[in-house]
């Protein structure tokens, strides 16, 4: 086993992810909580996510300082009656440990072929992720779900960026919402939603289309959800790019950066939250009018043409599907019924900035 080491007896070390049982949750996760809960009084933060209150109950300042600001767009006053209380603590500023669930394998642990159907019908799910160090766990029946990092000093930027991202969609899939690895921008009250796969242009096509006057939905990660209407609704404010991206071509953010000298390793993109500069800007949701794949083109004139849903759906699935363990069985089937009602296009993106988010306007104002 290999991982971060500390002073403590015992805490998760492991070099892979592990789908957590129940059992360890009661008889390890939740008697330390108890004793968190009992001593430390939690910094409350109470947001809506996609028409869902969510509850944030930190027991750690530095993660409240690390984890809220890209939910401040969405924060709202009431907490009663919240569709989702989210416990979250690192054991460094709480002076606890959590024993390590290789302790029995049997008992904690998953068997490793998990069967995704059976994820609909559980009311548990429980995940350790390595390269996080993290510790995420939803228990539907109580409307509670647990976060744990060892140390909130070595929380990654991108926790910071895009927090809670698998709890959140467990939570909302079973609800009826998605959560989609793509950015979204809306003009008149109608939304793009822009998928594909990492390193496409999304994140540059969706600033290009923020500082064009655009309203602004999300970057790495927006939520859909399905009715008479579709929406897709926003969850957090940041962008995140590389660093000369900032510098050179959208240098009204350069001073913003939240991670400039203390990215994860080299050649990491780093982040900036565009709620503090713009918060006007940033929006809640908007109705879905066309779902768009960007394609590199660096040709003068950026082009948008129709896509056909299974080259949709390609560029969406591997994208969304898998940042995100334990995702519910039918939800391709969810995600075929949305692009099925959903006009689709390719964005051949040329390298006039300008252009791109000119051709996008310039499709929302025209198209009914």
């Known amino acids: ?67 809220s600001k890209a939910f401040a767009h969405i924060e709202k006053d009431s907490d009663n009656d919240p569709d989702l209380s989210v416990c979250i603590w690192d054991s460094v ?51 509670t779900a647990y976060f744990w990092i060892y140390d909130a000093d070595r929380l990654p930027y991108r926790l910071s960026a895009s927090p809670l991202r698998l709890i959140l969609n467990w939570f909302l899939s079973k609800k009826g919402v998605h959560l989609m690895h793509g950015a979204a921008v809306s003009l008149n009250g109608k939304s793009i939603l822009l998928t594909a796969k990492g390193g496409s242009g999304k994140s540059t096509t969706a600033l290009s289309c923020f500082f064009a006057g655009m309203s602004y939905l999300g970057d790495d ?61 940033i929006i809640k949701e908007a109705p879905l009018h066309a779902i768009m794949i960007p394609v590199i083109q660096n040709v003068e004139e950026t082009k948008i043409v129709p896509a056909s849903k299974v080259q949709t759906m390609v560029s969406m699935l591997p994208a969304t599907l898998f940042q995100l363990y334990l ?37 929302l104002a025209n198209e009914q």
């Not at 490793?112 to 539907?140: M, P, Q, W």
């Open 1 to 67: 086993m290999i991982g971060i080491m500390n002073d403590f007896p015992s805490h998760i070390v492991t070099n892979k992810s592990l789908r957590i049982t129940k059992k360890y949750f009661n008889e390890e996760v939740l008697p330390v909580f108890n004793k968190i809960s009992a001593s430390i009084p939690p910094f409350k933060k109470i947001y809506d996510v996609a028409g869902k209150t969510i509850c944030l109950n930190f027991y750690s300042e530095k993660l409240l300082y690390k984890m």
């Open 93 to 143: 500023s709480t002076n606890t440990h959590l024993a390590s669930p290789w302790v029995n394998d049997v008992e904690y642990i998953y068997p490793r072929e998990v069967n995704a159907k059976t994820i609909n019908h559980d009311s548990f799910l429980g995940i350790y992720l390595h390269g996080e160090e993290t510790l995420n766990l939803y228990d539907e029946k109580n409307n």
């Open 221 to 281: 990660y927006v939520t859909v959800k399905s009715g008479d209407v579709i929406t897709t609704h926003s969850i957090y404010s940041s962008t995140k790019l590389f660093p000369e991206s900032f510098h050179d071509t959208f240098p009204a953010l350069k001073d913003k950066i939240w991670n400039e000298n203390g990215t994860d390793k080299e050649n990491e993109k780093v982040a900036v939250f565009l709620s503090e500069l713009y918060p006007q800007k």
């Open 327 to 363: 995702t519910k069985s039918n939800k391709i089937t969810e995600l075929r019924a949305i692009v099925e009602r959903t006009p689709c296009y390719f964005l051949e993106l040329g390298y006039d900035l300008n252009g791109v988010a000119a051709a996008i306007k310039s499709f």
